[in-house]
């Protein structure tokens, strides 16, 4: 089973942490049965950005983004050329590293 190895974050895991999930599991989903409770306003439907996470190694693993992933991308705060939508990105065999930016652009909660 692939590693992922998610640097710290002030809200979410301040040591950092390191966990496990089978190939086949998006990183968003991954994450959130291991107890960290990124955003994901849109419900994984590719429809928010708030599950942005920075990959930054084993990206090319990874299944390639999809158009609407990139479009969307494009608002994400803090954009990288590493930048992913944690529930787009599938794991493969390969061990990761990501990094939950710091802020989110969260248009779902301003709506509620
Ligand atoms: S949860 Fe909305 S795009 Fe991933």
Redesign the pocket.
Known sequence: MPTIKILPHAEYCPEGTEIQAPAGTSI?EALLENGIPI?????????????HVVVREGLASLNEAEEAEED?LDRAWGLTPQSR????AILAQKDLVVEIPKYTINHAKENH
Not at 39 to 51: L, R, Y
């Open positions: 968003c955003e994901h306003a849109c419900e994984m439907s590719c429809a928010c950005t708030t599950c969307l939508l944690s529930c787009q």
